[in-house]
């Protein structure tokens, strides 16, 4: 089939950001650093806007930038730069292949759902949280998609290689990588939306960018308005309905010869099959009154799509159905955690330590994020952070902050220690949640406090040297001081910055000897004296 030029600079610019917000999230090696991850996803609608509410004085120039494109072409976001609507793009191609005489038709806008949608998270957004943004925004959803479901694909088939690569005695090319567990609950929320987003495309293109999507609904109204768009040349349209068949927003319709500029996501496929050249993508002739747009039998004359059709009614049903599995997950993840947990208290550690549970009131928001609060009310949850965290100790949460961080990152320290130099996060965050910190105020940004308990401490209960926090604690707020003929730790609390090292490295186990406890605010910790910064232990008397 020959295409168009607009299809074609369509398709190219599709696959393109497509490829590239999917490595960003999928590179576990690390390879394209900070300002490549920065720059990749500065056109994204909704981290764009946050920045510009949040930080002061700054309007994203990627926000004015789709603002402007929009109000020039109509929804060239949707159809090229939106990754969530490019992946819908390649399911509905895909789902044309299966079904050979799937073909779209008219349908009426799912107007009151889709402005309702957008309605409820507005004054959610007001007044409670960003919880429903962080679901529905569809780069941050495309990002937990790519991350939580596509990259552990990649790494398993990375794994695959380097394994046949190391049996050739080939090591330079790829070596092994292991990727932290993400909890069922996040994984079943993420999974649930993707099969959402997966079966909608299939059965009806652009329905969920039509319905759900707030960032749709936003682009679409502003598309009304446009300055170019497509129109069908009453004189020479022979109402074949071609163009309404290859519609994935279904929003031509034949019997008016009319376009729903709010659905149309400006996919050219209507420009490209129309064998009379009358789909025609002009500045938008004025005066010309749109007629309003009704479901007439003439719409349906054209084939039907065989298999199953997306009702509202069977939407519901698999939202439903999926929140249901998400439950379900949660429960064998309890049950789950308990097991390991008796499995720990039963065969692992051999001290009589870590019976006394620790006591962490607060989850811990990553360095940069100022507070708690703040960063619920920012972060859109999109997991760009946790991919480009090097230690693995930012993870997605599910209930750590309560409802209103759902999905946001914490620091999970038994994934891995915030390292002292690092200030990965804060570089990439594309919504100013995590703010950047330059290495000296990282080193004095106290996230929160480590505690200590003592009945849980191998020293305590085995009668043994151990000094794991200690060693590990960059600023040694974890130090050595005499008990008995051994050493045991003590927290100098003022000098913590709540990296985790210490609880990272207590081997004590189910419950660690010392923990991090988050801080809701973040605080200016002291810096470390020199002498204190010293370990009391020597490198050759660690009993590791
Ligand atoms: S409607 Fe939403 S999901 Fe669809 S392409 Fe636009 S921004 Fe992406
Ligand atoms: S600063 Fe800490 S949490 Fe942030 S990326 Fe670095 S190691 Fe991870
Ligand atoms: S804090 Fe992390 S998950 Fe939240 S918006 Fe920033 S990069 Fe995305």
Redo the contacts with the bound molecule.
């Keep these: 089939m020959k295409l168009s030029i607009l299809k074609k600079i369509r398709v190219v610019l599709a696959l393109f950001f497509f490829l590239l917000l999917s490595a960003v999230f999928i590179d576990f090696r690390g390879t394209f650093g900070e300002t490549f991850y920065q720059w990749a996803v500065s056109l994204q609608f909704v981290?764009a806007l946050?920045k510009t509410i949040t930080v002061a004085g700054v309007v994203a120039w990627g926000l004015i930038a789709v603002l402007a494109l929009t109000l020039l072409f109509g929804r060239v976001y949707c159809s090229a730069i939106c990754p969530l609507g490019i992946m819908q793009d390649v399911v509905s191609w895909f789902s044309r292949k299966v079904k050979k005489k799937h073909r779209y038709k008219f349908r009426k806008a799912w107007t009151i759902t889709r402005y309702s949608i957008l309605g409820v998270l507005l004054l959610v957004v007001l007044f409670g949280g960003i919880t429903l943004l962080t679901v529905l925004d569809p780069y941050?959803l495309f990002?937990r998609i790519a991350s939580y479901l596509f990259k552990p694909i990649v790494v398993w088939l990375n794994n695959l290689g380097a394994a046949a690569l190391s049996s050739a005695d080939v090591y330079s090319i790829l070596y092994q990588y292991d990727l932290a567990p993400v909890q069922l609950t996040v994984l079943g929320t993420t999974l649930l939306f993707f099969i959402l987003v997966i079966v909608m495309s299939f059965n009806r293109g652009r329905l969920y960018c039509n319905s759900v999507c707030p960032v749709g609904t936003v682009l679409g109204f502003l598309s009304k308005y446009s300055l170019f768009k497509i129109e069908l040349d009453h004189d020479t349209c022979t109402k074949c309905g071609k163009c309404m068949r290859v519609c994935k927003a279904e929003c031509i319709s034949i019997k008016t010869q009319t376009i729903d500029y709010s659905r149309c996501v400006a996919c050219y496929n209507c420009i490209d099959t129309c064998p009379e050249d009358a789909a025609v993508y002009r500045i938008s002739r004025k005066g010309r009154k749109e007629k309003p747009v009704e479901l007439k039998p003439v719409d349906m004359m054209v084939a039907q799509p065989k298999g199953p059709q997306m009702s509202k009614r069977s939407f519901l049903f698999t939202a439903g159905a999926g929140m249901a599995a998400v439950a379900g997950l949660a429960s064998v993840e309890k049950v789950q955690a308990a097991a390991v947990a008796q499995k720990d208290s039963t065969t692992v550690h051999t001290s009589n330590g870590g019976k006394i549970p620790e006591n962490k009131q607060f989850a811990v928001s990553?360095p940069g994020?100022e507070s708690i609060e703040r960063?619920n009310d920012?972060?859109?949850?999109?997991?760009?952070?946790?991919s480009a965290c090097p230690s693995k100790v930012?993870q997605p949460s599910f209930l750590e902050y309560g409802l209103a961080g759902m999905l946001?990152?914490h620091m999970d320290f038994q994934a891995g220690l915030c390292n002292f130099d690092c200030t990965t996060?804060g570089e990439?965050?594309?919504?100013g949640?995590?703010k950047p910190l330059t290495v000296e105020q990282k080193h004095v940004t106290q996230i929160g406090k480590a505690h200590f308990i003592k009945a849980n401490c191998i020293v305590e209960t085995d009668g043994t040297d151990c000094g794991a926090c200690s060693e590990h604690c960059p600023t040694k707020a974890v130090h050595m001081v005499p008990y008995g003929d051994l050493v045991i730790p003590e927290v100098t609390e003022d000098i913590c910055v709540g990296c985790g090292a210490c609880e990272h490295a207590c081997p004590v186990t189910p419950h660690k000897a010392i923990y991090v406890d988050g801080n809701p605010e973040h605080l200016e910790a002291k810096k470390p004296e020199t002498e204190k910064a010293k370990s009391d232990l020597k490198e050759d008397e660690f009993p590791f």
């Design positions: 981290p946050m941050s990002g990553p994020s960063f920012i972060c859109t949850g999109c997991s760009l952070c946790v930012l946001q990152p996060c990439v965050c594309p919504t949640a995590i």
